[in-house]
């Protein structure tokens, strides 16, 4: 019984270390330096946006359990460590009894392993609570309180893209989820009129979608007037057909109060479509497609 009541307080008091444990250690190992200097950029980028990210924070719910599993786990590493201490029972010993158990091979000896282990896990929960985090960060829209981290993620993944081609693709990647964040917030103004916060945050999402658009055109174009390959010009004709539609449709939904930034969008699309109509002929055709660019007048009046 005693041995127990060990037990269970040896067991909290490593749980409480460890939740006392910051993966600092982790920061103080600089990796190799990479051979070449264009190695070293995406890395340094990826750091540096790591490092303004906002702090995974771990859900009470599922931290509770997971101390409760942890301090129960180690109860019985524990117990079984001070067996020796107490009275025992009788065992049978056949061939190769006296090797040690898989756990007790495990089970870290000095103090400096038990160091690691607690930091190892400490980063291992920090890690998967992040990754956690960053998913559900992927749906979020303007005004959420993980908004934040999901534009933060975007930046490292912009920051990672190599050369015009590659930032030009990943630049008209985030005006799609511009124009999904508005279609989203005009979906709450179903039940009545948006408000001017509600207002707000779609102008943002299509100020967003109109720049990242327009810099992911720019891009494209620049790769395509420098190395001359069609690839550039099939993404921009790709970005406009999948997505021409979406516009046009959230496009009549929008109240008066937009015009300005919906003119802006359907002006970035007038200007992907003719930069690509006089290279259509060079492009691979979708199976099922028409003819024509599908432009649409940006100056339609409001319904």
Same mark, same amino acid.
């Given at each position: 019984?005693? +041995?127990?009541?060990?037990?269970?307080?040896?067991?909290?008091?490593?749980?409480?270390?460890?939740?006392?444990?910051?993966?600092?250690?982790?920061?103080?190992?600089?990796?190799?330096?990479?051979?070449?200097?264009? =190695?070293?950029?995406?890395?340094?980028?990826?750091?540096?946006?790591?490092?303004?990210?906002?702090?995974?924070?771990?859900?009470?719910?599922?931290?509770?359990?997971?101390?409760?599993?942890?301090?129960?786990?180690?109860?019985?590493?524990?117990?079984?460590?001070?067996?020796?201490?107490?009275?025992?029972?009788?065992?049978?010993?056949?061939?190769?009894?006296?090797?040690?158990?898989?756990?007790?091979?495990?089970?870290? /000896?000095?103090?400096?392993?038990?160091?690691?282990?607690?930091?190892?896990?400490?980063?291992?929960?920090?890690?998967?609570?992040?990754?956690?985090?960053?998913?559900?960060?992927?749906?979020?829209?303007?005004?959420?309180?993980?908004?934040?981290?999901?534009?933060?993620?975007?930046?490292?993944?912009?920051?990672?893209?190599?050369?015009?081609?590659?930032?030009?693709?990943?630049?008209?990647?985030?005006?799609?989820?511009?124009?999904?964040?508005?279609?989203?917030?005009?979906?709450?103004?179903?039940?009545? +009129?948006?408000?001017?916060?509600?207002?707000?945050?779609?102008?943002?999402?299509?100020?967003?979608?109109?720049?990242?658009?327009?810099?992911?055109? /720019?891009?494209?174009?620049?790769?395509?007037?420098?190395?001359?390959?069609?690839?550039?010009?099939?993404?921009?004709?790709?970005?406009?057909?999948?997505?021409? =539609?979406?516009?046009?449709?959230?496009? =009549?939904?929008?109240?008066?109060?937009?015009? =300005?930034?919906?003119?802006?969008?359907?002006?970035?699309?007038?200007?992907?479509?003719?930069?690509?109509?006089?290279?259509?002929?060079?492009?691979?055709? @979708?199976?099922?497609?028409?003819?024509?660019?599908?432009?649409?007048?940006?100056?339609? @009046?409001?319904?």
């Amino acid at each position: 019984m005693i +041995a127990n009541v060990s037990a269970h307080r040896r067991a909290n008091a490593f749980a409480q270390a460890l939740e006392d444990q910051t993966p600092q250690g982790a920061a103080a190992v600089q990796p190799a330096e990479p051979a070449d200097q264009a =190695d070293r950029e995406p890395l340094l980028a990826l750091a540096n946006g790591l490092g303004e990210l906002p702090k995974p924070q771990l859900d009470p719910e599922v931290k509770m359990v997971q101390r409760a599993q942890l301090v129960a786990a180690m109860e019985t590493m524990f117990a079984e460590g001070g067996a020796s201490t107490g009275a025992t029972v009788p065992v049978q010993r056949g061939k190769g009894a006296h090797r040690a158990s898989p756990l007790r091979k495990l089970r870290p /000896r000095s103090r400096w392993a038990k160091g690691l282990t607690a930091g190892g896990l400490t980063v291992g929960v920090a890690a998967g609570a992040f990754g956690g985090v960053a998913a559900a960060s992927s749906d979020a829209l303007p005004g959420d309180s993980l908004y934040g981290l999901k534009r933060g993620m975007e930046d490292i993944s912009l920051g990672m893209a190599k050369g015009d081609a590659d930032r030009g693709e990943a630049y008209l990647d985030q005006a799609s989820t511009r124009l999904s964040e508005a279609r989203r917030l005009m979906e709450r103004g179903r039940s009545g +009129a948006l408000d001017h916060e509600s207002l707000g945050a779609v102008r943002r999402a299509l100020n967003g979608m109109s720049h990242d658009a327009s810099e992911g055109h /720019r891009l494209l174009h620049s790769a395509y007037q420098r190395d001359g390959a069609i690839g550039p010009i099939q993404t921009l004709d790709t970005f406009s057909r999948s997505h021409r =539609d979406a516009w046009s449709s959230l496009r =009549d939904r929008l109240p008066v109060q937009l015009t =300005d930034v919906r003119d802006e969008v359907s002006s970035v699309f007038d200007a992907m479509e003719d930069e690509v109509a006089p290279l259509q002929s060079l492009l691979p055709r @979708p199976p099922g497609a028409g003819k024509g660019t599908g432009r649409s007048d940006a100056t339609t @009046p409001d319904t």
